[in-house]
């Protein structure tokens, strides 16, 4: 009922299957409107417009004449409007605007598929409603799948909308939001992928018979999922874009008393419908590909889908019977999401875009009215390309088009492509033009890498055979070439045979097809049948196209930083960028110095896609030229220079512990080069430093570290062991510092200092190495070992303290505390001399050290005693004591003071009672709360010498101590010089951390104690509170955090000791133990230690050869497969060489026996390995290899029976099954092709040229 001749715009909206594609055009042609001209209809893809076409010409037969409905999938400037209905491509209909702006002879306009905002379909709409301002009999009908008519409504003047019924059953939403985020228990995929398989598991078990169809994201995840559900009477499906039209197929085939079950990615969201489908599973996540202006950079990320794609997913549930639909996310998720995708003209490059708008003759296009405007960023950066691309030109503040410019805009094409195609015919090079511009355009899709592992291991290898050492586009060429000789039905075959996607390849030839005719109609130029270029043998003609392939795309230009951990530098945005790990380049021993990409990617990580190699003289010839220096490129670029001729100690010394030092070094390094690029690397297994710095700053960072390897030289040879000549008791004895070989480098007999105590007040700030240099250099030369203070999971006296750093002289150490107070790190040193550590070894202490701390008075009591309280408990105090305090037996007085309102004064105390024998009696005799108490004393007697004392205390303790070698230098005695004020004599005892209960008897000895020459009442008091802590590491923590917890859960009920648990901002933890006894703090300790230092692996058949292994990428991933596994964690200590695993100890043994098992496989199998780059081989050494003795290797099977290989592409060797002498046989057939290669390239250099057109004679 609605009248179509009198709207001019209409918004119809039509669920998927409602028919609106089909028959819309068949009423409007009923109804008269289109009078003699056309109705067109338009299709974002060309296979829609096709079977639309043929849809409604069976439907219509006997209605209309024979050529009524026609379709046109590619523009030809000859296509006539002759016919009632055409269905064509957006893109189509585009170019014959271009053409003509009135678009004559078509009377209405049908864009169907609107909701998908396509490029096209955007741009279509913004120049038809500039024409229905001056066509005012022309008709447009927006078709949309989805609810967002609103804006095209608003955008076309508030045009009616209508609504469509589907023919959809009724689908049932349930939301079943997952609790967890993150990753999965693999590791491997993210959260919700193991979901939607937990998911598709239960409904397979609970769920009546129907198909299940499951959403992800990617091709990876869709395998992932596909591998790992198993499930009886189920046929898993992948269903992806990757895959051949023969594979997709397979999800529309019937499996007789199996329920289909297909992982998909967004492909079954519209453009695929498969029968049987009564399930779907929605992740609620797509993976998107969005340009970003500034950057440059296509970042591909995962991100909710929309409220359209949410519906849509679920309509698949619907289309043959009521389905049911879970939706992994909540009712509220659903309402956050965006209503509808965002439009691709925010999503993409524009340069096809503004080159058509400007074709138009349209000045500004910040004004021009788009739908949904694209930013200013994005249109700036395509005119700037457009520039590049010598399309368009600036004059007087207006873009103007060029006569380049102009032929792009007939081809209809992205301008890079159509750049490459213009430059190819000007180089008489017209085919490699039109193939290059096609296999571009599909690049990411021409080699197929699908399956498991070995299927994808598989596909690398047979790759090779095409890889061209000038880069992606030369390989894609070459795979073109190969394939077009092909007679018609072996193409298919073939495809198959080399893991090359026939589908991609059949689109590039209808695009090479569609670009010839469009040359020959639009710009009279005939393309000739075949090739000229040869892949195999290398002409002037590869310089040409490399030098073709950057003038299309000079903006993606990129540098070899020059170290492989930055990759290329590219050159518009100064950012470091990784080859993908497709590249063809990396099938080569070396990497070029300057190439050009297709486009930069970002994923996990970023990475240059469709890479070609140039010639760095090619910049010159760019016009306009590049908006880069490319000399200053060149002058940043890494040179990297190797040290060599170093032993593995001093290496290690170098790189200190888990790297440490060398950490620090670089990061120095780089602070004063102002160049975060420069690297040092070290590889022990070869005895070598890589320098990698800039020519400027290489002499800098040299000098860095050959006086860093010197001091290190010098610190080897100078270290020393600290032993005393005689074992005394004293803490001071005479000193001897012994060098290597048991040499006396120092005797001390005068007992001066050797050591000092090096504080600061910021420890984080200071560089180790930058402080040994620092005083290396002040007290000129002579540390001889070092001592750092570990902060972290042990007690230390003072926080501030970074360590002990000791000399072989002491007139060194002397000159190094003159170094107190001298600003270092932004504040200042605080240098003490140091008496000698524990007499002997620093090093001694290889467990946290226990301490105790002794007083006894030196002062006789005057028989009065202080107690401190709160000011109002004196009272009552007082009154408690009265009544009831005997101390020792014996009754005292008691009063206020006198002096201080808070204390109570106690008289009559027996002389002979020390403060800890008093204590308890006074806490007994009140319930009020006691802050302190002491006795009030005298003067000082006369005591023993503090070296006597420390004899003492050492005779009262030996005999609790170990005997042997092992334990000679158990304990520490040191017994401090007191102040004239002091009331107390002092002393600390510090104990090897083994020795816990050894340290608990003997201080059980001494409490109490009188020391020879000292008086009764001068008894010593241990302090009774002993404290010790352990930590580990976040990654151990993660592991044992339930043994942990009901470790120290059971010591709640231990008396008298109390257990602190810890945990960092990083993830770490620390165990903290408090005890009144040392024993206490032994006893709960060492469970906690055992638990913490794990299981160690111990083995005779672990060798430093095998664990090596375990420094290896190979390595470092078996052990993460492992921990995952196992639920595990494995840790490697690389200086020692041990390994220790943490867990439940059944996980731990499992994890064990694992790892010994695979670390001796694989170093057997590594034992018989070939590599095929570095050495002197040749960098397409691979490549030869593979085109001699194909891709699988057959032919080197043929040559040495019995044996079985297998090629690593990545890091291109050849694994062996077999024994050395195979081994051997191989790397002799291998120098042999390398040998035979040389020779090669020195006949071709010898061979004589034309001298009059200087090509190779044939």
């Known amino acids: 009922s609605y009248n179509y001749s009198i709207a001019q715009v209409t918004v119809l909206i039509g669920e998927t299957g409602s028919g609106k594609s089909t028959q819309l055009v068949q009423f409007l042609s009923d109804s008269g409107i289109a009078a003699n001209e056309s109705i067109v209809c338009t299709q974002p893809r060309k296979i829609a417009a096709i079977s639309l076409a043929k849809r409604v010409r069976e439907e219509s037969i006997g209605c209309y004449s024979d050529n009524s409905v026609i379709c046109y999938p590619t523009f030809s400037s000859s296509q006539q409007f002759h016919s009632k209905v055409i269905y064509m491509t957006d893109h189509c209909l585009l170019q014959h605007y271009m053409k003509d702006k009135n678009l004559s002879g078509i009377s209405c306009i049908i864009v169907d598929e ?156 519209t453009s695929l419908t498969i029968p049987g489908v009564k399930y779907v599973i929605d992740s609620g996540m797509v993976k998107e590909s969005k340009f970003e202006p500034g950057t440059g950079m296509n970042v591909l990320k995962v991100c909710w889908i929309s409220q359209s794609s949410a519906n849509q997913r679920a309509g698949r549930a619907g289309r043959t019977e009521p389905g049911r639909c879970y939706r992994l ?520 050290p226990v301490k105790a701390k002794l007083s006894w008075p030196r002062r006789l009591s005057k028989g009065i005693g202080i107690v401190r309280c709160d000011r109002l408990d004196v009272q009552d105090i007082l009154y408690d004591f009265s009544s009831r305090l005997v101390i020792a037996g014996k009754y005292v007085n008691c009063g206020v003071s006198r002096k201080c309102d808070d204390s109570v004064v106690i008289c009559g105390i027996d002389k002979e009672l020390s403060e800890a024998e008093i204590w308890d009696t006074l806490h007994s005799a009140t319930e009020r709360e006691i802050h302190d108490f002491f006795i009030v004393r005298g003067d000082a007697v006369k005591n023993p010498t503090c070296g006597a004392c420390e004899e003492a205390l050492w005779r009262e303790i030996s005999p609790f101590m170990p005997k042997g070698n092992p334990y000679t230098n158990c304990c520490w005695v040191q017994v401090f010089e007191p102040e004239p004020k002091e009331t107390f004599m002092k002393a600390l005892i510090t104990f090897d951390g083994r020795l816990h209960l050894e340290a608990a008897k003997a201080l059980e000895q001494l409490e109490g104690k009188v020391l020879p020459g000292c008086l009764s009442w001068q008894k010593i008091r241990c302090q009774q509170l002993f404290h010790s802590s352990i930590s580990c590491s976040s990654s151990v923590y993660a592991v044992i955090k339930k043994q942990l917890d009901s470790l120290l859960a059971s010591f709640r009920h231990v008396k008298g000791a109390d257990c602190f648990l810890e945990t960092n901002e990083n993830g770490s933890c620390r165990v903290r133990i408090s005890a009144n006894a040392t024993k206490t703090v032994a006893e709960l300790r060492r469970p906690v230690e055992e638990l913490m230092n794990g299981r160690t692996v111990k083995h005779a058949s672990l060798t430093p050869s095998i664990l090596q292994h375990l420094f290896s990428r190979d390595g470092i991933n078996l052990m993460r497969s492992l921990q995952r596994e196992t639920r595990t964690y494995i840790l490697f200590d690389r200086h020692s060489l041990n390994i220790r695993i943490f867990g439940l100890p059944d996980d731990a043994a499992v994890a064990q026996q694992k790892l010994m098992q695979s670390l001796l496989s694989y170093h057997e199998s590594k034992q018989l390995e070939v590599r095929l780059r570095g050495r002197g081989l040749p960098p397409d050494m691979m490549k030869e290899v593979v085109k001699k003795f194909g891709p699988d290797l057959h032919g080197l099977k043929e040559k040495i029976p019995g044996a079985e290989f297998t090629l690593n592409t990545r890091h291109h060797i050849i694994s062996i099954c077999g024994n050395k002498e195979m081994k051997q046989k191989v790397e002799e057939i291998v120098l042999q092709i390398a040998e035979a290669g040389r020779d090669l390239a020195v006949r071709s250099d010898s061979e004589v040229s034309c001298p009059i057109c200087l090509c190779e004679v044939e």
């Open 114 to 269: 609107a909701h998908e905002r396509s490029l096209n379909t955007d741009l279509l709409l913004a120049l038809v409603k500039d024409l229905l301002g001056r066509r005012f009999d022309l008709r447009l009908v927006i078709m949309s799948a989805t609810a967002n008519a609103n804006q095209l409504s608003d955008y076309f003047f508030g045009c009616g909308i209508f609504h469509l019924e589907g023919r959809n059953f009724p689908v049932d939403i349930k939301y079943v939001p997952c609790a967890t985020e993150g990753t999965s228990g693999s590791g491997m995929v993210a959260t919700y992928v193991s979901d939607v398989l937990r998911m598709a598991a239960e409904v397979h078990k609970t769920e009546k018979e129907g198909n299940i169809l499951a959403f992800l994201t990617s091709q990876m995840e869709v395998e992932w999922a596909c591998d790992h559900f198993e499930a009886p009477n189920a046929i898993v499906l992948p269903l992806h874009g990757k895959l051949s039209f023969e594979e997709q197929c397979h999800v529309f085939q019937n499996y007789p008393g199996k329920r289909k079950i297909i992982f998909a990615t967004n492909i079954a969201e």
């Open 329 to 848: 996310y909540t009712e509220s998720d659903f309402e956050l999401m965006t209503s509808n995708q965002e439009p691709e003209i925010r999503r993409v490059h524009l340069g096809i875009a503004v080159l058509r708008i400007l074709a138009l003759g349209i000045k500004n296009i910040q004004t021009f009215d788009f739908v949904d405007a694209p930013s200013p960023k994005a249109i700036d950066s395509a005119t700037r390309n457009l520039i590049q691309l010598g399309a368009i030109v600036e004059k007087n503040g207006v873009f103007e088009l060029t006569d380049e410019g102009r032929y792009l805009v007939k081809l209809g094409i992205e301008p890079r492509l159509g750049k490459l195609i213009i430059s190819c015919f000007h180089c008489g090079l017209c085919r490699e033009g039109l193939v290059l511009a096609a296999v571009m355009a599909n690049a990411s899709s021409i080699f197929c890498r699908v399956g498991n592992d070995d299927d994808k291991v598989k596909a690398d290898c047979l790759k090779v055979q095409f890889c061209h050492q000038n880069g992606d586009l030369f390989t894609l060429l070459s795979v073109y070439k190969e394939w077009e000789a092909l007679p018609s039905d072996r193409k298919n075959k073939w495809c198959w045979e080399n893991s090359i996607n026939a589908k991609s390849m059949r689109r590039c030839q209808d695009t090479v097809t569609e670009l010839e005719i469009c040359l020959k109609m639009e710009l009279a130029v005939i393309i000739p049948s075949y090739l000229i270029w040869d892949p195999h043998k290398s002409t002037a003609r590869d310089k040409t196209l490399k030098a073709i392939i950057l003038s299309s795309l000079a903006e993606n230009v990129a540098m070899y930083s020059g170290h492989d951990q930055l990759g290329y530098e590219v050159a518009l945005t100064r950012q470091y960028v990784q080859l993908h790990p497709s590249c063809s380049l990396l099938m080569f021993g070396q990497k070029p110095s300057w190439v050009v990409f297709g486009e930069l990617l970002s994923i996990t990580k970023q990475y240059l896609v469709c890479v070609t190699a140039f010639d760095y003289e090619s910049l010159a010839t760019l016009d306009p030229p590049p908006l880069f220096d490319a000399s200053q490129m060149e002058s940043r670029k890494l040179q990297v220079k190797a040290l060599t001729g170093f032993g593995s100690t001093l290496l290690k010394k170098f790189c200190g512990k888990s790297n440490h030092n060398l950490r620090s070094l670089s990061s120095r390094i780089k602070t004063v080069c102002k160049d975060e690029r420069i690297g040092v690397e070290v590889n022990i297994d070869q005895n070598e430093i890589l320098l990698f710095a800039s020519s400027v700053d290489m002499q800098k960072v040299l000098d860095f570290v050959t006086d860093v390897l010197e001091c290190e030289k010098k610190w080897l040879h100078n270290e020393c062991m600290e032993k005393p000549l005689f074992h005394g008791r004293s803490a001071s004895p005479c000193m001897a510092l012994f060098g290597a070989g048991a040499e006396i480098k120092h005797l001390e007999v005068d007992k001066r200092y050797l050591a000092v105590d090096v504080f600061h007040s910021n420890l984080n700030a200071i560089d180790d190495k930058e402080l040994l240099m620092f005083f290396e250099k002040h007290s000129k030369g002579g540390i001889c070992s070092v001592h750092k203070s570990q902060a972290n999971g042990q007690e230390i006296d003072d926080k501030e303290k970074w360590g002990k750093i000791m000399f072989l002289t002491p007139d060194a150490a002397r000159k190094a505390a003159e170094l107190d107070g001298v600003d270092f790190s932004g504040s200042a040193l605080k240098v003490l001399p140091s008496q000698t550590s524990f007499g002997g070894d620093h090093k001694m202490f290889s467990f946290p």
